[in-house]
């Protein structure tokens, strides 16, 4: 091992070299076989000036009193047999009877563990060994720490007969909680104005335990026509499992969502506001009173939307749901989704998704977090960037049609106007031609990137018959095939 200059100046107290460790304390003597001395900052070498390969530094005696609670805590993958801070000397005997002493008590848990006579030594040994001393949640931290952990412990049982009988508050396992999450939670409700918000691995997810856990076996539920694509498989494949039905209406048939209230025993509206891909909007204030006069929940999914641009819960929904992929992550580098309303309801939520997992990981929650702190300026310049798009397109030739809320053209233009304050970033057009023209255009784009998802800083550009319903669809696979061949002469 190689000791450069850099290493002497930053550390100026005497640091020493040795393959043989003694937990005795004893004083050293010097090395006869080597006859140097340690100056200031310097460092000796033993047994003839060669370094074994298990060297082990000795560390200045103040060094335990200067190691913060802190520090000390994050040295807890230190195994006993090599506690840095230990003083060494030259007795193996002593080094392997205080050793195995360390390992006997560590591996028995019942006692602080004891390898030296020294104070300092004993209290290192005791934190590097375990998580339970020099704990504490970092309260001053400007940012939001990062819990990377799956379980949590309590101090005695009666504490734990507490947690279970509801007088203590604790997660208990990972899978029901964790304090990172929870602030990402906290601010998603701020941003909604919600009592409470649950979030989850992804949109999917978060719509998926959703629907089962507010709408029972043998329910019936409305949606819309224009939707992502995945929730109307979910709810046309696997709810009828269950004996779910739907009725299916256009997002401005309020007739249409009059009939399914009158004819069915409707347990929940569920919709995009705006959707997916046509960015249609529905009149959340006049559905909400609809639905609630025949007893039925109503949910918005205002990903397109975002919580600044559109407030569905203070316009009467009583759940709204975000891919947090979007907007909020903002960054196209983390995968969540979240639900927020009342606690009642999301607490039912909550109690399904802790049986079925589908939990955010920390480190996830963090990006969520670190995506909410610019989310207003994002969105604002979004906003704006879309809308400029919009009118671009509206006035170019070779564009068949527009769809943006914020366009005079949409068809619920004076509804957005009404229930949004802005129209988001994501503009959806056609393109004068058919699939290999549309596929042309969007090969000769320079800066977008041919790629599912939005909301993040990345322009994004996506073709839905090919990136959303190409595959699967039988009588697709020859035009398919044509639309690659053609391609590959160009």
């Known amino acids: 091992m190689a000791v450069s200059s850099t290493f002497a100046r930053v550390f100026p107290s005497p640091f020493e070299c040795r393959s043989d460790p003694d937990f005795s304390g004893a004083p050293r003597p010097e090395n006869a076989s080597s006859g140097r001395k340690i100056g200031a900052g310097g460092v000796r070498s033993y047994g003839g000036g060669g370094l074994s390969s298990s060297l082990i530094l000795r560390f200045p005696p103040n060094f335990v009193r200067q190691l913060s609670t802190k520090a000390r805590r994050n040295c807890s993958n230190i195994g006993v047999a090599q506690v840095v801070a230990a003083s060494w000397s030259n007795n193996p005997a002593a080094a392997a009877a205080a050793a195995a002493k360390a390992v006997d008590a560590t591996s028995a848990a019942l006692a602080p563990v004891e390898v030296a006579t020294g104070v300092e030594e004993r209290v290192l040994v005791e934190e590097s060994c375990s998580e339970r001393l020099g704990r504490g949640v970092v309260s001053d931290a400007l940012t939001t720490p990062i819990f990377n952990t799956s379980a949590y412990f309590f101090k005695t049982t009666a504490e734990l007969i507490d947690f279970k009988e509801k007088r203590r508050a604790s997660f208990e396992y990972g899978r029901y909680g964790n304090y990172t999450t929870v602030v990402a939670e906290e601010k998603i409700s701020a941003l909604e104005g919600a009592e409470s918000t649950l979030i989850s691995a992804s949109g999917m997810t978060a719509s998926i335990v959703m629907l089962l856990a507010l709408v029972p076996a043998g329910g019936h539920i409305v949606t819309t026509t224009d939707c992502y694509r995945k929730t109307r498989i979910f709810i046309e494949t696997i709810l009828p499992k269950m004996g779910i039905t739907a009725t299916v209406i256009d997002p401005a048939d309020i007739e249409g969502l009059e009939s399914a209230l009158n004819n069915n025993k409707v347990t929940l509206f569920f919709t995009e506001s705006p959707t997916n891909p046509f960015l249609r909007c529905v009149d959340i204030e006049l559905v ?67 049986i079925l997992g589908g939990l ?131």
């Open 288 to 354: 909400s009173k609809l639905c609630h006069d025949k007893g039925a929940l109503v949910c918005i999914d205002g990903t397109f939307a975002t919580p600044l641009n559109q407030k569905a819960l203070s316009l009467g929904a009583d759940i709204v749901l975000h891919s947090a992929t979007k907007y909020i992550g903002g960054h196209n580098d983390v995968i969540a989704g979240c639900i927020s309303g009342s606690e009642k309801l999301i607490s039912v939520v909550r109690n399904l998704h802790h």
């Open 360 to 490: 955010l990981n920390p480190n996830a929650a963090y990006l969520i977090i670190r995506g909410m702190k610019t989310l207003h300026l994002r969105v604002q310049q979004q906003n704006s960037t879309g809308l400029r798009m919009a009118k671009v397109l509206e006035a170019h030739p070779k564009v068949n049609r527009v769809y943006y809320p914020g366009l005079p053209s949409h068809p619920e233009h004076q509804l957005a106007k009404r229930q949004m304050t802005g129209f988001g970033g994501v503009v959806s057009f056609e393109v004068d031609g058919d699939l290999l023209k549309t596929a042309k255009f969007v090969d000769a784009l320079k800066i977008p990137y041919i790629a599912p998802s939005f909301g993040g800083c990345e322009s994004i550009v996506d073709q839905p018959a090919i990136m959303s319903y190409c595959f699967g669809v039988e009588d697709f696979e020859d035009l398919k095939a044509d639309v690659l061949q053609a391609l590959a002469t160009i």
